[in-house]
Every structure is written in C-alpha cells, then in structure tokens.
C-alpha cells in the first residue's frame, strides 16, 4: 500500500472514534468520497420483522441534491438488502435522458448493536459500481456501524442524565413547594406586620398599596394550592368532568381578555373558524387556555400570542402560537409530566404542574394536546377535541 493509500485508510478509520455520531458520519462520507462517487446516500434501520423501520441518516452530496431529506428513493433496495442479507447491486431498468431517472444503487448490510440496517449508494446516470470499488464501500459500512453503536450509547447516556433529571425533580418537590408556599405567606405576613405596627400610623394611600401586596399573594397561594389539588385529583382519576354545551369561541376570547387583564400589553390575536358548541367543562377547558397563555406571558413575554382554530367533521383543532424562544428539544417529550420544568437562568416563578393538568383535562375529554417548537422562533400549542362525548362520556 502507498503511503497515500495508507493516509486515506486512516483518515477514513480514524472518523469512528471522534465526536458526535451525526459528525462523524458526515467526516466519515466526505473523506469517502474522495475514492468512492456517489450522489446521496441513506442509512435505514429495520425492526425485528425485517421491515423498514426509520431513515437513521440521509446525505446528498451530487446530483440530487434537493433528495437530501427524503431517502425513498432507495427503499426498495433496502428491503432487497434486510431480506437477503446480502450486497445487492441495482442498475437503471431503461435508458433515460435524465439523470435522475437513471439510478444506479449499492446496498449494504449493516449490523449495528441496535439492530439491523442497510447503507445504500446511489449515482444518477452512472458510472456503474465496479467489483473493486466494493471494499471500499464495504469497509464505509463497517465503520459507519460502529459510529451508530456511538450514537446508541450517547442517546443511552442523554436518556440517563434525563431520567436523573427527572428523579431530582420528584425529589426537590417539597423543597420548591415549601418555596412557594412560603414567599407569598413571607410577603403577605411581613405586610400584615407592618399594618398592625402601633408605633407607626401609615397614610391611606400606603395601607392600601400593603393591602393590595396581600391580595395579590393570598390570590398566589390560592392559585397554588388550587393547581396542587388539582394534580392530585387528576392523577388519581378523582376530578369528575362536568360536561356541559361549551360555546368555544367566547371561552377563549374570554379566557384572553382575563389573562391580558393581569397582563396589560400582552398581545392576542385570534383567527377562529366559526366554531361549534362542543361537549365539554366549561371552566376546565377555560383553565387548559389559561395556562397555555399565562405561559405565553411567562416564556414568550413580549410576543404576539394568534390563537386558531379549526373545525373538522368531529372535532375542534385549536392552537395556541407565540413567538417566544420555543423549548429546546430535549425537554420536548417531557414538558406534560408533572413537576418537569425546562431548566432556565431567567428564574420565572412556577411548579411544572401547568402543562401536565392541561394534558390531564383534556384527555379527560378525550382529546389530544401536543405542542410544536421551533428555537427562536416561538411554540405552539394544538388541542384537539371531539365535538360529542356519547353518554358514558366517551367520544360520540
Ligand atoms: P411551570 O410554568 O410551572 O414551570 P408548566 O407545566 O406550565 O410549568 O410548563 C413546563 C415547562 O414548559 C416550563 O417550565 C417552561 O420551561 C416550558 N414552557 C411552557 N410553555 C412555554 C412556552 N410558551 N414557551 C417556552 N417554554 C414554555
């Protein structure tokens, strides 16, 4: 082997033991490319019944290159490849002017930890995949497996800090509750104190401002022990719904004007489709939008907050969008857990109940609430809910 050859076999190896898995997979096709033409590649994983289970990875490089995100192109010979185990080699069935319409494909198996996949090559027009370039590609593979088991262990490893996470939080439960609790009773004693003091008389306009510190807090602590009741009740199936006709449009126009009253300047905007009346509890549906805009308020202060809604032929979609920062990620497939706050510098007041009440009442209306993010850009919110429940209480 020249000296050159043996640079590039180790460039090529080295890519497996370096970073992220998505990166090293990127470093590991560029260097390939070198010595091994193709336009688009993809890597696809099988279940256990052998069928295409997800396109783990997906990359274009030439022609093509607008294919990036969609890897269909090369699921046939993905199925041909998880069946026969096999390298298979796939050319163009008909002449063709287009390039594109010309594919030439190579797919490879590729055993990961994890389970079963395959790596497919395609070059559009050509040249065919001769017999010694496959090594090569063979060797790609190989190398592109163990970089996925990388990824395996690093997803293990986030799932792990996740958990933890989420364990510290049950655990600092008390601790932040008793938190709560206590700043709004700091507040309303040390005022009351102070209005009771006989060595001072305080004027009209300053007793009221104490007094008004104290409705507000009391307000706060009412509110808290109010959403920690109600978790428990909902986690425990205790809190009935009352299902009455609900005209949703004047719920949530009036749920807006009660949040902007708290919030002077917080800005709503609706775009609603005539709706219908639906079957449902009036005030706790009014609660579900309560929060989804006093955490607007909190998380998206400043932003313009559109809520929509549509009608389907058994169902109401309606959406609540800010503009806010949107949520990383990460915390995505936990924000309707109890007690799951995003960890944050900015130190908003709250107790991570918001969110999973919301989900709990509207499954109690069997409907769906899922929500959408795009970092900087801002979050939405889609409740879906049945028009009818029948009389069990089920969706008509
Ligand atoms: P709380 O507001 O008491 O923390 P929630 O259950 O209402 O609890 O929300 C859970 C977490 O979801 C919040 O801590 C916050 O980080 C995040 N979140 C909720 N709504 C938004 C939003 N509109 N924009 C950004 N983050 C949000």
């Not at 294919?67 to 080699?89: F, H, K, L, P, Y």
């Not at 990961?112 to 995949?129: A, D, I, N, Q, S």
């Not at 009253?261 to 709706?275: A, I, Y």
């Not at 959408?372 to 009818?388: A, D, Q, S, W, Y």
Request: aromatic content about 8%; glycine content about 8%.
């Amino acid at each position: 082997m020249s000296s050159e050859q043996l640079d590039y076999f180790t460039t090529l190896t080295s890519t497996v033991s370096r970073g992220e898995w998505k990166s090293s997979l990127d470093t590991l096709f560029v260097v390939l490319r070198k010595r091994f033409l193709f336009d688009n590649l993809a890597i696809y994983r099988s279940d256990e019944k052998g069928s295409l289970a997800e396109v783990v990875y997906a990359r274009a490089a030439g022609r093509g290159k607008s294919r990036e995100a969609d890897a269909s192109w090369g699921e046939n010979i993905a199925t041909q490849v998880i069946s026969t185990r096999r390298i298979v080699m796939l050319a163009p069935e008909q002449p063709s002017e287009d390039r594109i319409a010309m594919p030439y494909l190579l797919g490879l198996p590729l055993d990961f930890v994890e389970g079963k996949g395959v790596l497919v090559f395609v070059r559009f027009g050509g040249p065919p995949y001769l017999d010694e370039q496959i090594p090569l590609a063979a060797l790609a593979a190989s190398l592109a497996a163990r970089i996925l088991e990388r990824r395996q262990v690093q997803e293990h490893i986030h799932q792990l800090e996740q958990a933890r996470y989420r364990a510290q939080l049950q655990d600092d439960f008390i601790a932040t509750i008793s938190h709560d609790l206590h700043t709004p009773l700091g507040f309303i004693k040390g005022y009351t104190t102070s209005l009771l003091r006989s060595d001072t008389s305080w004027d009209a306009a300053t007793q009221r401002e104490f007094l008004t510190i104290i409705d507000e807090e009391t307000d706060h602590l009412i509110a808290l022990i109010d959403r920690l009741l109600d978790s428990s009740r909902l986690q425990t199936g205790m809190l009935t719904m009352d299902f009455q006709p609900v005209a949703l449009e004047k719920l949530v126009r009036d749920v807006a004007l009660r949040v902007q009253g708290r919030s002077p300047g917080f800005e709503v905007v609706f775009d609603l489709e005539n709706l219908p009346t639906i079957q449902g509890d009036n005030v706790r549906l009014g609660q579900v939008f309560e929060n989804l805009l006093d955490n607007a308020v909190k998380y998206a202060s400043h932003s313009r907050v559109t809520i929509g809604a549509r009608k389907r032929e058994r169902s109401v979609v309606l959406t609540v969008a800010d503009q806010g920062p949107g949520i990383p990620f990460e915390h995505l497939p936990y924000i309707f857990e109890r007690f799951y706050r995003v960890p944050s510098e900015t130190g908003q007041r709250g107790t991570g109940l918001g969110l999973f009440i919301c989900r709990q009442i509207v499954q109690a209306h069997h409907g769906r609430i899922t929500v959408e993010t795009v970092p900087g850009k801002g979050t939405t919110f889609r409740i879906e809910l049945p028009i009818r429940q029948n009389e069990q209480g089920g969706p008509a």
